[in-house]
């Protein structure tokens, strides 16, 4: 199954925020939109993609790389989004997904759309009452109608603009854009296609109900993404990924005790392992410098991570200490509690939540600092990029440091 992203409009009503940006490129948990939907479909096996750009393309273009097949159109100022989707019409090879580019929504939503056979839209039935929302009227569970002037006592949703089309759909779909093209209508939207397909053949309603959603149309939209969407969504994807990953640990931790009892047998014999610990360079918002107290000390160098940024470092050992220290700016407590998520290779793999006090010895230039705290992490062997982020807690900032050890077996 395809994927289809319609990415050629200007956005004129969020450019008071974006600044001119394009809508698939305004930030949202510091990624573009658009890779979190390129990243979702790639996820569920949908592919290869193709993305309609239009407005300042060539940055849509660089961003999306070769990640998806780009199709231009070039008259986006005149045209809409049936005809975006007309341009592409010869790539498409049967069953697709279609969705918007300023649509932001959680892979369950995703999830419950694949499931369901045949063609089918995801709607939700808490949200039906806007002017500008596209309602979405029902018989029997089947998609009836849907369009803005949809009498609201008709409607049972609204649509999100994310549709599937089997093979039947996706050729009814494509029938209607030509003969509307053909007929002039190149600012039609992509509902008047979808109308047409409703009105021949089954598309199942998919009520998205309680799950997390937005469309992007003005600065409160984008408003509402980061600040209440996108935490819910990452909340949920953590906790999923941890369940799998705490089950994982266990089997790992045994197997490491094993090898652990195993290695001081072997090192019994052969002599003592020498084991130095070296702090791994880091890209992060800043570098500070923390020193503890005395003479003799010497500076530590950690990066400074805001609150939903990441620091990345690139490690080539296989035991990795991820250390951090919570930046106090958040009054004078006993106790601060933060949170932080790891990665490697982009990939969840466990997230910690920290309670610290205020360390007394140690110094930083940024003020108050928290006391560190470990995370060790066991690697495969080779390259692997660690990713360090602050999710939340009593500050806006976090110092990281990487430290990787490397064991060197000594003649005995």
């Known amino acids: 199954m395809q994927g289809v992203i319609l990415a050629a409009g200007v956005g004129s009503r969020l450019t008071a925020l974006s600044g001119g940006t394009p809508k698939c490129l305004v930030e949202i948990g510091g990624r573009p939109l658009i890779m979190h939907q390129l990243e979702m479909l790639a996820d569920h096996g949908i592919g290869p993609t193709i993305v309609v750009v239009g407005y300042r393309a060539d940055e849509v273009k660089t961003v999306v790389g070769e990640r998806a097949q780009i199709v231009l159109n070039e008259r986006y100022a005149e045209t809409n989004s049936l005809y975006s989707l007309w341009l592409a019409r010869d790539l498409i090879k049967g069953p697709f997904i279609l969705l918007n580019s300023d649509l932001f929504f959680d892979p369950t939503i995703l999830n419950k759309l694949l499931r369901e056979k045949g063609s089918a839209l995801a709607y939700d039935s808490t949200s039906s009452r806007g002017r500008e929302q596209t309602k979405v009227a029902l018989r029997k ?54 109308r047409s397909v409703v009105s021949q053949h089954e598309v199942a309603g998919v009520n998205i109900a ?25 909340k949920r994807r953590w906790r999923t990924r941890v369940y799998w990953d705490r089950l994982r640990w266990v089997a790992l931790a045994a197997a490491a005790v094993l090898l652990g009892i195993i290695g001081w047998q072997a090192n019994t014999r052969v002599g003592p392992a020498s084991m130095d610990w070296e702090t791994i360079p880091m890209e992060g918002d800043s570098t500070v410098l923390v020193r503890t107290k005395g003479p003799a000390s010497k500076p530590q160098r950690w990066a400074m991570v805001p609150l939903g940024k990441t620091a990345r470092g690139t490690a ?5 200490s991820v250390e951090t220290r919570l930046v106090l700016n958040d009054g004078v407590r006993s106790e601060y509690r933060y949170v932080i998520a790891i990665t490697v290779d982009g990939e969840p793999v466990t997230w910690k939540s920290h309670s610290t006090k205020a360390d007394t010895v140690a110094v930083a230039s940024v003020g108050r600092i928290g006391k560190r705290e470990r995370t060790k992490l066991d690697l495969s062997p080779g390259v692997h990029e660690v990713g360090v982020r602050l999710l939340d807690g009593h500050g806006d900032r976090v110092l990281v440091r990487l430290r990787e050890r490397e064991e060197l077996e000594e003649e005995p």
Request: glycine share 10%; hydrophobic share 45%.
């Open 141 to 194: 569970g089947l998609v009836a109608d849907l369009g803005k002037d949809v009498p609201p006592s008709l409607a049972r949703g609204e649509s999100l603009g994310l549709l599937k089309f089997d093979e039947q759909g996706a050729r009814i779909m494509l029938e209607a854009a030509d003969h509307l093209m053909t007929a002039g209508h190149e600012d039609a939207w992509v509902i008047e296609g979808t």
């Open 316 to 320: 080539t050992a296989t035991r990795v």
């Open 210 to 234: 309680g799950l997390p959603w937005a469309e992007i149309d003005f600065p409160y939209d984008l408003d509402v993404a980061r600040r209440e969407v996108w935490p819910a969504i990452y």
